[in-house]
């Protein structure tokens, strides 16, 4: 494996610097195994896209980690139902499983899963199928569902056992009752259920469109619950199941430690969202309130130092407070990410935006930039060219220049005077945080 993770590294890094990809492979190598990821595959994606989703995981166990797969096998049971012409019926989103119906359930699940085992394995990818065994249920309502389960306990002993020797166990949402009996069970149930009994560090949730989408179809990069469930909730785009998806999301999130994050994206954009600070898709997490001060007599200024130095690596210089006049300060909660906005000729600058080193990854800071870009419609801020999150200025600015050790970007300038001013400044500006020491010679 010491081998391979440099090569992987290598091959990773169109996506995002070498450096913020090994920093994700060092945090969740030392994540327990089998807490580092549940993955839920929808049956459109084993159905469309099982090529891209084989490569993806094979990529995990190349780098040492192994994920727990869970699917469904929605479309594939809707085809075959409609080729026995056995009618389907659904009650409040829910597939009404009678026995005659329940032996189809059971076969197309099944096959659905060796088809991926069997998919992984052509791969020389360790793959374990898992069928049954899992989910212990009862019966949620004979007369309304027919035989529909609702998860009571999840049974671990068989994928530990196969994380254990690097196998990844790929498990379809069947379940039993105490009493032998088979059930349906809904498949975002089945994964909400083994997310709170696993409690991994990521849950990723894998669909065709890659994200969740807005109202104008667009996908929605990243959601803090704390800042922004209750405005989604009130939009009227989101609706019907869409909206039954985010509740569900909410109430999973805020039953797991605020660490944990769940990620919605397509299986060929999974490594992207893993191993870089931009991800792909929707990355949803609970969240830290944001406040926003203008002043720094309202920031406790040891944490916010120690903030700095966790981020960059280095402590703010001695005078930073005294010549620096805030414009606006946003701080998160616990002061694990901040922005720092000052004015100069005019034009607002950021000269801070930092995030705690054990917080990078979890959207800490993509949240903090939403709630400041909505309030600061024009920008400009400078960074070091070899600086990781660069990928993510460029991604967020209307422009960028190269002068000397710095890129100058900006958003929402109206014209070249502006852009010039900005550079001027940029080029000019005394440095805030302690320089490291020259190498001798």
């Known amino acids: 494996m010491n081998d391979v993770r440099p090569t992987i590294v290598r091959l990773l890094s169109n996506l995002g610097s070498a450096r913020e990809i090994q920093l994700y492979l060092d945090r969740f190598s030392q994540v327990d195994a089998v807490r580092f990821a549940v993955v839920k595959v929808g049956g459109a994606v084993l159905r ?87 989910f212990e249920c009862e019966i949620l309502d004979r007369e309304i569902y027919g035989l529909v389960g609702k998860v009571v306990r999840v049974h671990t002993s068989g994928m530990r056992a196969a994380i254990d020797v690097g196998s990844i166990p790929v498990i379809a949402s069947l379940g039993e009752t105490a009493e032998g009996q088979i059930v349906n069970v809904n498949a975002d149930w089945a994964a ?47 609706h019907s199941g869409m909206r039954l998806k985010m509740e ?18 397509s299986p060929d954009e999974m490594a992207k969202e893993l191993f870089t600070h931009r991800g792909s898709g929707t990355l949803v997490r609970r969240g830290e309130r944001i406040r926003s001060v203008g002043s720094w007599d309202d920031v406790d200024l040891g944490r916010f130092s120690a903030l700095v130095a ?38 607002v600058y950021m000269d801070k935006f930092v995030v705690a080193e054990e917080a990078k990854g979890e959207g800490l800071g993509r949240a903090m930039w939403k709630v400041m870009r909505a309030e600061t419609p024009q920008l400009f801020w400078r960074s070091r060219r070899d600086n990781a999150v660069n990928e993510f200025y460029f991604a967020h600015a209307h422009g960028a220049v190269k ?26 500006r005394r440095v805030s945080l302690v320089e490291t020491a020259a190498p001798a010679v």
Do not use: C
């Open 48 to 134: 469309d896209q099982l090529g891209p989703l084989v490569s993806s995981l094979a990529f995990l166990q190349q780098v040492g980690l192994t994920p727990i797969v869970l699917h469904g096998a929605g479309p594939q049971l809707d085809e075959e139902m409609a080729a026995a012409g056995i009618h389907k019926e659904t009650v409040d989103g829910l597939r009404v499983t009678t026995p005659e119906s329940l032996a189809l359930v059971r076969r197309v699940l099944q096959l659905q899963n060796l088809r991926l085992v069997e998919a992984l394995q052509a791969e020389t990818i360790r793959a374990t199928s898992i069928p049954t065994g899992v």
């Open 310 to 347: 966790s981020s960059f690596g280095r402590p703010l210089v001695d005078d930073y407070f005294q010549r620096t006049t805030p414009l606006r300060i946003y701080l998160s909660e616990h002061y694990r990410a901040a922005v720092v906005l000052t004015e100069v000729g005019g034009l």
């Open 403 to 428: 002068t000397g050790p710095w890129s100058v970007f900006w958003y929402g300038f109206s014209g070249w005077d502006d852009v010039q001013a900005a550079v001027a400044h940029a080029e000019t």
């Open 248 to 265: 569900q999301i909410h109430d999973l999130l805020m039953e797991l430690p605020p660490a944990s994050s769940l990620s919605i994206t």
């Open 192 to 238: 909400n259920e083994l997310v709170k009994r696993i409690q991994p560090y990521k849950i990723i949730f894998l669909t065709g469109t890659g994200g969740l989408l807005d109202g104008k179809g667009r996908i929605i990069d990243s959601i803090s619950l704390v800042t922004d469930y209750e405005r989604l909730m009130a939009e009227p785009w989101l």
